[in-house]
């Protein structure tokens, strides 16, 4: 089985529940449960490697918390360093505090430790409508850094669009595109 395969298998069969009249489906990538089978996680970072031009990538950045089970692994398999944007504030030279609204939280972010021309990756979980992402790009432009390329390993919804068009200096690109049809995960080739 391709990791392509193993992905899509196992979103396919991610449990949903009801919010609402909203389905939401739960996986261990976007999530963190239920439990992450090692053969799924090591799919998506065989899949990263192979779709990202790492010769342009400085830095990785992972956000808090389901970027650091991702990015972890994926620092190791490319032999880049990681960056993790955090929730809470440490106070050292440099920091950058990122302003963060979603449709489903609001607080703030800060990251450490980027360097003048650092050319930077950032892996996400998943992007609906892409507040997450936005702040955290936002942010990134108040820095001497630039955002190079950004993957997801969930489209969902109008968020990509959106962030394509206004951060047209970044690549943007999804493992897996879906919606929910119903009770039913439906991903699109």
């Known amino acids: 089985m ?7 298998e196992s979103l396919e069969r991610a449990p949903v529940i009801w919010k609402g009249d909203y389905p939401y489906f739960i ?7 239920p439990r992450l089978e090692p053969k799924v996680l090591q ?10 031009d790492w010769q342009i990538i400085d830095v990785i950045i992972g ?10 692994p994926l ?3 490319v ?7 955090r929730k809470r504030s440490y106070g050292l030279e440099g920091e950058v505090k990122i302003d963060q609204s979603t449709g489903y939280s609001k607080g703030e972010m800060y990251i ?11 892996m996400e979980d998943v992007i609906s409508t892409g507040g997450t992402l936005r702040a955290v790009l936002k942010g990134l432009a108040n820095t001497k850094a630039s955002a190079s390329v950004v993957l997801t390993v969930v489209e969902k919804g109008e968020g990509m669009a959106k962030l394509k068009s206004e951060f047209p200096n970044t690549i943007f690109e999804s493992l897996v595109t ?6 039913k995960v439906v991903i699109y080739d």
């Open 112 to 122: 450490n430790d980027l360097k003048d021309g650092e050319r930077i990756f950032i």
């Open 178 to 183: 879906l919606k929910m049809d119903g009770a």
């Open 2 to 8: 391709t990791p392509m395969q193993k992905l899509r």
């Open 75 to 77: 620092a190791l398999a």
């Open 43 to 52: 799919a998506v970072i065989d899949l990263a490697v192979e779709r990202v």
């Open 27 to 33: 996986h261990s990538i976007t999530d963190g449960v």
């Open 79 to 85: 032999d880049k360093p990681l960056i993790v944007i």
């Open 63 to 72: 956000i808090e918390a389901m970027g650091l089970p991702l990015c972890a």
